[in-house]
Each structure stands twice: as C-alpha cells, then as structure tokens.
C-alpha cells in the first residue's frame, strides 16, 4: 500500500466539494483503500490517497487515473487542477 499526494488547485477561491474523498474512493473502489482531504492551508488542496499497489510509479500513475476518473464523473470537480500526484518522501535521519 501507498500513500499518494494529490495536489489540486481550486478555480478561484473555491471550497473543496464535500463529496471528493467519495468520489475518488468511487473512482476505483479495487484500489483505494482510504481518501483524505486535508484543510487547505495555501492556495493548493492536498488529497491524501491510500492505494493498493505494486510499486510506488504504479501508485503514482493510478492516483492520476483515479483523478481523471473521477473528475469524468463529477462535473465539480472538472474545475479543479491537478499539479502533482506523487508519494511523499520524507527525509530519515538515523542518529
């Protein structure tokens, strides 16, 4: 499993809709396992997506389908652009 970070922007000063973690869970029901929308802080959107997975470029390439899907899906969501999809890598600091 992998956490994938979508990154949206949001047209103008739009709210996330209230049904896009269910409409990227709907998306592809097989491979997401959770959806989490995080408070915007800035002027992107940060979606958290677990994914089933065999790699971390195929959890990349399915987070963009799954939001190509669901953009298809839901006309509110079309507005909205996706600048990243990607697994976040944190630094490790073994002391």
Not at 26 to 40: F, L, R, S
Not at 46 to 66: G, N, P, Y
Not at 79 to 94: G, I, K, M, T
Request: hydrophobic residues 45%.
């Amino acid at each position: 499993m992998y956490l994938v970070q979508l990154t949206l922007a949001p047209p103008g000063d739009a709210h996330p809709p209230a049904e896009l973690a269910r409409a990227l869970h709907d998306a592809a029901p097989d491979v997401v396992e959770h959806a989490g929308v995080h408070t915007p802080t800035r002027s992107h959107l940060v979606v958290s997506l677990f994914l089933r997975a065999a790699s971390l470029d195929e959890a990349e390439a399915a987070a963009r389908r799954i939001w190509q899907r669901a953009t298809a899906s839901r006309p509110l969501l079309a507005a909205w652009s996706l600048r990243r999809a990607e697994v976040p890598l944190h630094p490790y600091d073994a002391r």
